[in-house]
Protein backbone atom coordinates (compact mmCIF):
# COMPACT_ATOMS: atom_id res chain seq x y z
CA UNK A 1 0.00 0.00 0.00
CA UNK A 2 3.16 2.48 0.44
CA UNK A 3 4.41 1.68 -3.14
CA UNK A 4 0.93 2.48 -4.56
CA UNK A 5 0.44 6.39 -2.08
CA UNK A 6 3.88 6.95 -3.43
CA UNK A 7 2.83 6.21 -7.66
CA UNK A 8 -0.40 8.48 -6.41
CA UNK A 9 1.72 11.12 -5.48
CA UNK A 10 4.25 11.41 -7.86
CA UNK A 11 1.35 10.90 -10.61
CA UNK A 12 -0.52 13.65 -9.17
CA UNK A 13 2.29 16.05 -9.08
CA UNK A 14 3.64 15.13 -13.11
CA UNK A 15 -0.11 15.78 -13.86
CA UNK A 16 0.44 19.57 -11.66
CA UNK A 17 3.82 20.19 -13.29
CA UNK A 18 2.62 19.91 -16.68
CA UNK A 19 -0.49 21.86 -16.52
CA UNK A 20 2.06 24.14 -16.15
CA UNK A 21 4.10 23.41 -19.70
CA UNK A 22 2.98 24.96 -22.62
CA UNK A 23 0.87 23.26 -25.06
CA UNK A 24 -0.49 20.79 -22.73
CA UNK A 25 -3.65 20.84 -22.19
CA UNK A 26 -3.96 19.04 -18.73
CA UNK A 27 -6.05 20.51 -15.63
CA UNK A 28 -4.10 21.00 -11.91
CA UNK A 29 -7.27 20.98 -10.00
CA UNK A 30 -8.31 17.26 -12.08
CA UNK A 31 -4.86 16.24 -10.99
CA UNK A 32 -5.62 17.41 -7.79
CA UNK A 33 -8.89 15.60 -7.67
CA UNK A 34 -7.36 12.37 -9.36
CA UNK A 35 -4.83 11.88 -7.06
CA UNK A 36 -7.24 12.21 -4.12
CA UNK A 37 -10.08 10.26 -5.37
CA UNK A 38 -7.25 7.16 -6.23
CA UNK A 39 -6.13 7.32 -2.79
CA UNK A 40 -9.24 6.45 -1.45
CA UNK A 41 -10.44 3.78 -4.12
CA UNK A 42 -7.23 2.21 -3.95
CA UNK A 43 -7.16 1.75 -0.04
CA UNK A 44 -4.76 4.08 0.86
CA UNK A 45 -6.91 6.48 3.08
CA UNK A 46 -10.56 5.61 4.07
CA UNK A 47 -12.91 8.08 3.32
CA UNK A 48 -13.19 9.49 6.90
CA UNK A 49 -9.37 9.68 6.95
CA UNK A 50 -9.42 11.71 3.38
CA UNK A 51 -11.93 13.78 4.56
CA UNK A 52 -10.09 14.81 8.16
CA UNK A 53 -6.70 15.39 6.14
CA UNK A 54 -8.65 18.37 4.81
CA UNK A 55 -8.13 21.41 6.90
CA UNK A 56 -10.77 23.25 6.59
CA UNK A 57 -10.01 26.00 8.18
CA UNK A 58 -7.54 26.82 5.73
CA UNK A 59 -10.37 26.25 3.17
CA UNK A 60 -13.04 28.30 5.04
CA UNK A 61 -10.61 31.49 5.37
CA UNK A 62 -10.08 31.38 1.93
CA UNK A 63 -14.07 31.14 1.24
CA UNK A 64 -14.97 33.81 3.42
CA UNK A 65 -11.89 35.88 1.74
CA UNK A 66 -12.96 34.87 -1.72
CA UNK A 67 -16.54 36.29 -1.29
CA UNK A 68 -15.21 39.48 0.01
CA UNK A 69 -13.25 40.23 -2.80
CA UNK A 70 -16.17 39.32 -4.96
CA UNK A 71 -18.01 42.07 -3.67
CA UNK A 72 -15.48 44.59 -3.93
CA UNK A 73 -14.63 43.36 -7.62
CA UNK A 74 -18.52 43.50 -8.34
CA UNK A 75 -19.23 47.18 -6.78
CA UNK A 76 -15.79 48.36 -8.65
CA UNK A 77 -13.84 49.31 -5.82
CA UNK A 78 -10.47 47.98 -7.09
CA UNK A 79 -11.42 50.50 -10.26
CA UNK A 80 -11.90 52.92 -7.99
CA UNK A 81 -8.72 52.45 -6.22
CA UNK A 82 -6.42 51.75 -9.13
CA UNK A 83 -7.99 55.10 -10.89
CA UNK A 84 -7.80 57.13 -7.43
CA UNK A 85 -4.00 56.42 -7.04
CA UNK A 86 -2.94 55.77 -10.28
CA UNK A 87 -3.85 58.56 -12.16
CA UNK A 88 -1.61 61.11 -9.65
CA UNK A 89 1.02 60.11 -11.58
CA UNK A 90 2.65 63.06 -13.82
CA UNK A 91 5.37 61.20 -14.90
CA UNK A 92 6.72 57.90 -15.74
CA UNK A 93 8.50 57.35 -12.91
CA UNK A 94 5.68 58.16 -10.60
CA UNK A 95 3.71 56.29 -12.79
CA UNK A 96 5.97 52.98 -12.24
CA UNK A 97 5.94 53.88 -8.68
CA UNK A 98 2.64 53.92 -7.82
CA UNK A 99 1.30 50.90 -10.04
CA UNK A 100 4.22 49.13 -7.58
CA UNK A 101 2.99 50.06 -4.42
CA UNK A 102 -0.61 50.44 -4.99
CA UNK A 103 -0.42 46.98 -6.28
CA UNK A 104 1.75 45.42 -3.22
CA UNK A 105 -0.36 47.00 -0.95
CA UNK A 106 -3.84 45.86 -2.63
CA UNK A 107 -2.28 42.26 -2.77
CA UNK A 108 -1.28 42.35 0.93
CA UNK A 109 -4.69 43.36 2.14
CA UNK A 110 -6.39 41.50 -0.44
CA UNK A 111 -5.50 38.28 -2.33
CA UNK A 112 -3.05 38.82 -4.84
CA UNK A 113 -4.45 36.95 -7.79
CA UNK A 114 -7.60 38.87 -7.92
CA UNK A 115 -5.61 42.34 -7.81
CA UNK A 116 -3.66 41.81 -10.70
CA UNK A 117 -7.40 40.16 -12.41
CA UNK A 118 -8.62 43.73 -11.84
CA UNK A 119 -5.84 45.83 -11.98
CA UNK A 120 -4.07 44.60 -15.09
CA UNK A 121 -6.79 45.94 -17.46
CA UNK A 122 -6.66 49.79 -15.67
CA UNK A 123 -3.04 49.60 -16.44
CA UNK A 124 -3.50 48.66 -20.16
CA UNK A 125 -5.90 51.78 -20.13
CA UNK A 126 -3.51 54.41 -18.48
CA UNK A 127 -0.58 53.05 -20.89
CA UNK A 128 -3.05 53.55 -24.13
CA UNK A 129 -4.08 56.58 -23.36
CA UNK A 130 -0.84 58.43 -22.08
CA UNK A 131 0.95 56.15 -25.55
CA UNK A 132 3.54 54.32 -23.18
CA UNK A 133 5.19 50.98 -23.58
CA UNK A 134 2.60 48.74 -21.14
CA UNK A 135 6.09 45.93 -20.91
CA UNK A 136 7.57 47.49 -18.11
CA UNK A 137 4.42 48.43 -16.08
CA UNK A 138 3.11 45.12 -16.48
CA UNK A 139 6.12 43.15 -15.43
CA UNK A 140 6.58 45.43 -12.71
CA UNK A 141 2.62 44.94 -11.97
CA UNK A 142 3.65 41.17 -11.37
CA UNK A 143 6.15 41.37 -9.35
CA UNK A 144 5.13 43.72 -7.15
CA UNK A 145 1.99 41.59 -6.34
CA UNK A 146 4.32 38.84 -5.27
CA UNK A 147 6.31 40.97 -3.69
CA UNK A 148 3.34 42.78 -1.72
CA UNK A 149 1.42 39.45 -0.99
CA UNK A 150 4.09 38.28 1.34
CA UNK A 151 3.41 40.81 3.87
CA UNK A 152 0.72 39.50 5.54
CA UNK A 153 -1.24 36.27 6.07
CA UNK A 154 -3.92 36.59 4.07
CA UNK A 155 -2.20 38.35 1.04
CA UNK A 156 -1.72 34.80 -0.98
CA UNK A 157 -3.08 31.28 -0.69
CA UNK A 158 0.14 29.53 0.57
CA UNK A 159 0.29 32.25 3.29
CA UNK A 160 -2.88 31.57 4.31
CA UNK A 161 -1.93 27.60 4.55
CA UNK A 162 1.24 28.60 6.59
CA UNK A 163 -0.76 31.33 8.78
CA UNK A 164 -3.39 28.52 9.51
CA UNK A 165 -1.04 26.06 10.17
CA UNK A 166 1.81 27.95 12.28
CA UNK A 167 -1.01 29.84 14.19
CA UNK A 168 0.69 33.18 13.75
CA UNK A 169 -0.66 36.42 14.70
CA UNK A 170 -1.76 38.27 12.37
CA UNK A 171 0.08 41.68 13.03
CA UNK A 172 3.52 40.03 14.35
CA UNK A 173 3.35 38.40 10.68
CA UNK A 174 2.76 41.46 9.52
CA UNK A 175 5.90 42.97 11.29
CA UNK A 176 8.63 40.39 10.38
CA UNK A 177 7.52 40.44 7.27
CA UNK A 178 7.50 44.61 6.70
CA UNK A 179 11.01 44.76 5.62
CA UNK A 180 11.29 41.97 3.01
CA UNK A 181 8.38 42.50 1.63
CA UNK A 182 8.83 47.11 1.51
CA UNK A 183 12.61 46.12 0.35
CA UNK A 184 11.70 44.17 -2.21
CA UNK A 185 8.59 46.69 -3.60
CA UNK A 186 11.22 49.65 -3.86
CA UNK A 187 14.29 46.43 -5.29
CA UNK A 188 11.62 46.57 -8.25
CA UNK A 189 11.09 49.91 -8.33
CA UNK A 190 14.65 50.23 -9.61
CA UNK A 191 15.50 46.98 -11.02
CA UNK A 192 12.83 47.85 -13.57
CA UNK A 193 14.32 51.55 -14.18
CA UNK A 194 17.49 50.39 -15.14
CA UNK A 195 16.62 47.77 -17.62
CA UNK A 196 13.64 50.10 -19.16
CA UNK A 197 16.02 52.96 -19.74
CA UNK A 198 14.47 54.32 -22.58
CA UNK A 199 11.12 54.38 -20.76
CA UNK A 200 12.36 56.29 -17.38
CA UNK A 201 15.69 57.62 -18.28
CA UNK A 202 14.76 60.86 -18.84
CA UNK A 203 11.73 60.62 -16.09
CA UNK A 204 8.91 61.87 -18.86
CA UNK A 205 5.46 64.16 -18.36
CA UNK A 206 2.49 61.79 -18.24
CA UNK A 207 -1.17 63.04 -19.82
CA UNK A 208 -3.73 60.39 -18.80
CA UNK A 209 -6.73 60.33 -21.62
CA UNK A 210 -8.89 57.97 -19.71
CA UNK A 211 -12.15 57.59 -17.12
CA UNK A 212 -13.73 54.61 -15.60
CA UNK A 213 -16.91 55.31 -14.11
CA UNK A 214 -17.86 51.42 -12.89
CA UNK A 215 -18.28 51.55 -9.39
CA UNK A 216 -21.24 51.27 -7.02
CA UNK A 217 -21.25 53.84 -4.41
CA UNK A 218 -24.06 52.56 -2.59
CA UNK A 219 -23.04 49.21 -2.15
CA UNK A 220 -19.50 50.11 -1.19
CA UNK A 221 -21.01 52.11 1.49
CA UNK A 222 -21.23 48.47 3.09
CA UNK A 223 -19.06 46.49 1.76
CA UNK A 224 -15.88 48.54 2.23
CA UNK A 225 -16.41 49.10 6.25
CA UNK A 226 -17.51 45.47 6.33
CA UNK A 227 -14.03 44.58 4.83
CA UNK A 228 -11.79 47.15 7.14
CA UNK A 229 -13.62 46.00 9.97
CA UNK A 230 -12.88 42.09 9.00
CA UNK A 231 -8.74 43.30 8.43
CA UNK A 232 -8.96 44.94 12.23
CA UNK A 233 -10.74 41.68 13.75
CA UNK A 234 -7.67 39.66 11.95
CA UNK A 235 -5.32 42.02 13.95
CA UNK A 236 -7.05 41.12 17.37
CA UNK A 237 -8.28 37.37 16.35
CA UNK A 238 -5.96 36.14 19.24
CA UNK A 239 -7.46 39.07 21.88
CA UNK A 240 -11.06 38.35 20.96
CA UNK A 241 -10.21 34.12 20.86
CA UNK A 242 -11.74 34.05 17.05
CA UNK A 243 -9.96 31.49 14.43
CA UNK A 244 -8.88 33.87 11.28
CA UNK A 245 -11.36 31.30 9.15
CA UNK A 246 -14.11 32.30 11.27
CA UNK A 247 -13.72 36.10 11.02
CA UNK A 248 -13.65 35.31 7.37
CA UNK A 249 -16.79 33.76 7.01
CA UNK A 250 -18.43 36.64 9.11
CA UNK A 251 -16.97 39.01 6.90
CA UNK A 252 -18.53 37.04 4.07
CA UNK A 253 -22.05 36.34 4.96
CA UNK A 254 -22.38 40.17 6.15
CA UNK A 255 -21.06 41.48 2.70
CA UNK A 256 -23.96 38.82 1.23
CA UNK A 257 -26.54 40.26 3.49
CA UNK A 258 -25.84 43.82 3.72
CA UNK A 259 -24.19 45.08 0.34
CA UNK A 260 -26.26 45.31 -2.64
CA UNK A 261 -25.22 43.19 -5.08
CA UNK A 262 -27.36 39.59 -5.48
CA UNK A 263 -25.84 36.97 -3.64
CA UNK A 264 -25.89 34.36 -6.04
CA UNK A 265 -23.73 36.95 -8.61
CA UNK A 266 -21.69 36.88 -5.43
CA UNK A 267 -21.50 33.14 -5.25
CA UNK A 268 -20.67 32.69 -8.66
CA UNK A 269 -17.39 34.46 -8.59
CA UNK A 270 -16.01 32.12 -5.95
CA UNK A 271 -12.96 30.46 -7.04
CA UNK A 272 -14.42 27.05 -6.47
CA UNK A 273 -12.20 25.29 -8.40
CA UNK A 274 -9.39 26.27 -6.39
CA UNK A 275 -10.89 25.33 -2.83
CA UNK A 276 -11.39 21.94 -4.68
CA UNK A 277 -7.20 21.72 -5.70
CA UNK A 278 -6.71 22.89 -2.23
CA UNK A 279 -8.62 20.30 -0.78
CA UNK A 280 -7.52 17.31 -3.06
CA UNK A 281 -3.61 18.12 -2.50
CA UNK A 282 -4.34 17.81 1.55
CA UNK A 283 -5.71 14.45 0.66
CA UNK A 284 -2.91 13.36 -1.27
CA UNK A 285 0.03 14.50 1.18
CA UNK A 286 -1.88 13.04 3.93
CA UNK A 287 -1.60 9.42 1.87
CA UNK A 288 2.52 10.18 1.80
CA UNK A 289 2.81 11.25 4.77
CA UNK A 290 0.34 8.10 6.19
CA UNK A 291 3.03 5.61 5.06
CA UNK A 292 6.44 7.68 6.15
CA UNK A 293 7.90 8.28 3.34
CA UNK A 294 8.45 12.02 4.26
CA UNK A 295 10.56 10.48 7.40
CA UNK A 296 13.47 10.49 5.63
CA UNK A 297 13.43 13.62 3.51
CA UNK A 298 12.78 15.32 7.21
CA UNK A 299 15.73 13.88 8.88
CA UNK A 300 17.94 14.30 5.61
CA UNK A 301 16.56 18.00 5.51
CA UNK A 302 18.61 20.45 7.67
CA UNK A 303 15.39 21.95 9.25
CA UNK A 304 17.03 22.61 13.07
CA UNK A 305 16.27 26.39 13.18
CA UNK A 306 20.12 27.10 12.02
CA UNK A 307 21.39 28.93 9.41
CA UNK A 308 21.13 26.14 7.12
CA UNK A 309 17.59 25.37 7.40
CA UNK A 310 17.00 29.39 6.61
CA UNK A 311 18.92 28.79 3.10
CA UNK A 312 17.61 25.46 2.34
CA UNK A 313 13.89 26.80 2.65
CA UNK A 314 14.65 29.39 0.29
CA UNK A 315 17.04 27.56 -1.85
CA UNK A 316 13.91 24.90 -2.30
CA UNK A 317 11.38 27.33 -3.07
CA UNK A 318 13.16 28.80 -5.57
CA UNK A 319 13.76 25.58 -7.54
CA UNK A 320 10.48 23.98 -6.65
CA UNK A 321 7.83 27.16 -6.87
CA UNK A 322 9.23 27.13 -10.82
CA UNK A 323 8.49 23.46 -10.92
CA UNK A 324 4.83 22.35 -9.19
CA UNK A 325 4.21 26.34 -8.41
CA UNK A 326 4.32 27.76 -4.68
CA UNK A 327 1.19 25.99 -3.23
CA UNK A 328 1.63 22.68 -3.92
CA UNK A 329 5.14 23.20 -2.95
CA UNK A 330 3.87 24.40 0.76
CA UNK A 331 1.29 22.06 1.33
CA UNK A 332 4.00 19.36 0.94
CA UNK A 333 6.16 20.93 3.38
CA UNK A 334 3.78 21.74 5.64
CA UNK A 335 4.43 18.00 7.33
CA UNK A 336 8.13 18.78 7.31
CA UNK A 337 7.84 22.03 9.40
CA UNK A 338 4.86 21.62 11.44
CA UNK A 339 6.36 19.09 14.40
CA UNK A 340 9.47 21.51 14.67
CA UNK A 341 7.58 24.56 16.10
CA UNK A 342 9.93 27.10 14.60
CA UNK A 343 8.38 30.11 13.60
CA UNK A 344 11.31 31.22 11.96
CA UNK A 345 11.03 28.22 9.23
CA UNK A 346 7.72 28.81 8.72
CA UNK A 347 8.25 32.88 7.79
CA UNK A 348 11.42 31.43 5.64
CA UNK A 349 8.71 29.16 4.20
CA UNK A 350 6.07 32.14 3.41
CA UNK A 351 8.86 34.84 2.58
CA UNK A 352 11.09 32.49 -0.08
CA UNK A 353 7.92 30.36 -1.77
CA UNK A 354 6.23 33.95 -2.25
CA UNK A 355 9.18 36.09 -3.64
CA UNK A 356 10.38 32.80 -5.88
CA UNK A 357 7.93 33.19 -8.12
CA UNK A 358 9.36 36.67 -9.56
CA UNK A 359 11.95 34.19 -11.32
CA UNK A 360 9.79 33.11 -14.29
CA UNK A 361 6.66 33.87 -15.43
CA UNK A 362 5.55 30.60 -14.40
CA UNK A 363 6.31 30.94 -11.15
CA UNK A 364 3.44 32.21 -9.86
CA UNK A 365 -0.24 32.28 -10.48
CA UNK A 366 -0.43 36.00 -10.34
CA UNK A 367 2.07 35.90 -13.41
CA UNK A 368 -0.34 33.63 -15.32
CA UNK A 369 -2.93 35.91 -15.46
CA UNK A 370 -1.50 38.82 -16.40
CA UNK A 371 0.26 37.32 -19.13
CA UNK A 372 -3.16 35.91 -20.41
CA UNK A 373 -4.67 39.61 -20.09
CA UNK A 374 -2.28 40.77 -22.18
CA UNK A 375 -2.44 38.37 -24.75
CA UNK A 376 -5.67 39.29 -25.01
CA UNK A 377 -4.26 43.17 -26.22
CA UNK A 378 -1.99 41.36 -28.26
CA UNK A 379 0.43 42.19 -26.14
CA UNK A 380 3.48 39.63 -25.60
CA UNK A 381 5.41 39.28 -22.15
CA UNK A 382 8.46 37.57 -22.63
CA UNK A 383 9.66 34.22 -20.99
CA UNK A 384 13.84 35.60 -21.62
CA UNK A 385 12.79 39.28 -20.59
CA UNK A 386 10.83 38.68 -17.72
CA UNK A 387 13.67 36.11 -16.82
CA UNK A 388 16.33 38.72 -16.91
CA UNK A 389 14.33 40.97 -14.74
CA UNK A 390 12.84 38.17 -12.36
CA UNK A 391 16.78 36.78 -11.98
CA UNK A 392 17.97 40.04 -10.58
CA UNK A 393 14.58 40.54 -8.85
CA UNK A 394 13.91 37.16 -7.20
CA UNK A 395 17.82 36.58 -6.47
CA UNK A 396 18.16 40.10 -4.71
CA UNK A 397 14.47 39.83 -2.26
CA UNK A 398 15.58 36.47 -1.56
CA UNK A 399 19.33 37.49 -0.68
CA UNK A 400 17.18 39.97 1.40
CA UNK A 401 15.00 37.84 3.28
CA UNK A 402 17.58 35.61 4.29
CA UNK A 403 19.62 38.20 5.70
CA UNK A 404 16.53 39.21 7.68
CA UNK A 405 15.55 36.03 8.77
CA UNK A 406 19.30 35.54 10.50
CA UNK A 407 18.89 38.23 12.43
CA UNK A 408 15.58 37.16 13.62
CA UNK A 409 16.88 34.51 14.49
CA UNK A 410 20.28 35.79 16.05
CA UNK A 411 18.41 37.78 18.32
CA UNK A 412 15.56 35.67 18.92
CA UNK A 413 13.15 38.58 18.03
Known amino acids: MAVIALIIFLLTYVGIIFTRLPGLNIDRPSAAIFGAVSMIALGVLTFDEAIAAIDFNTIALLLGMMLIIAVLELDGFFLFISETTISLAKTTRQLLLLIIFVTGISSALLVNDAVVLLFTPVILVICKGARRQPLPYLIAEMMSANAGSALTITGNPQNILIGMQSGFAYGKFLLFMLPISLGSLFLIFFVIKAFFKEEFGGDQPLTHAFQFDEWNYASMRFSVPIFIVVLAAFFASKELSISYSVIAL ?83 MLPFLKPLHDQFLWLALASGSTLAGNLTIIGAMANLIVIEIAKKEHIKIDFGTFLKIGTVVTLGSLILSILVMLVYAEFRI
Open 250 to 332: VGGSFVLLFGKIKPSSVIKEVDWVSLIFFSGLFIVVRGIEKYLWLDPLISFLPLNGSIESIVTIHGLSLVLSQIVSNVPFVIV
